[in-house]
């Protein structure tokens, strides 16, 4: 039986979805992510914005954990939570590391990228100075859907 802990976890994914959603407006990966305080409070939002921008580093998850230290004033996010649709990259497990974020919640697992279990486990790592809680699979399947449509939608024929 699902605790509150897994449908607050699934809430979390669902608001993240919403905001993966509008990515591909602007060509990009539909991939969403917030940044939640101690207190359960969105302080950081982002979707993906390469293509938007022609930024490679505007990954959700970056553009959440900026905002977020915006909001506290403090590169230092200690206690609190990242949820985000994909299992992050390498760049964005490296950044969470650095901002000292508790937990990350994600949706779909990324066995090509993925650096919370899947290819690399950046975020617990035990040679690194700060650890990091994971939950990955939390509606997994609308998240991986979410980025199966995206590529059919723009892949051309023979890719």
Not at 14 to 35: E, K, M, S, Y
Not at 38 to 56: K, S
Not at 134 to 148: I, K
């Amino acid at each position: 039986m699902p605790g509150a802990r897994d449908a607050a976890d699934a809430e979390l994914i669902r608001q993240a979805l919403n905001l993966a959603r509008r990515a591909p407006d602007t060509g990009d990966l539909p991939i969403g992510a917030l940044v939640l305080d101690p207190d359960g409070v969105v302080i950081g939002r982002g979707r993906n914005a390469r293509e938007a921008t022609g930024d490679p580093t505007a990954h959700a998850e970056i553009l959440a954990l900026r905002q977020a230290a915006a909001a506290r004033g403090q590169w230092n996010l200690t206690g609190c939570t990242l949820a985000v649709t994909v299992e992050p990259c390498t760049m964005c497990a490296g950044a969470v590391v650095l901002a000292r974020i508790e937990t990350v919640v994600f949706g779909c697992w990324e066995p090509k990228t993925g650096a919370a279990g899947s290819l690399w486990d950046v975020l617990r790592d035990r040679r690194l100075t700060h650890r990091v809680q994971v939950r990955g699979g939390v509606l997994e399947q609308e998240s991986a859907q979410l980025l199966r449509t995206f590529f059919a939608d723009h892949r051309q024929p023979g890719e």
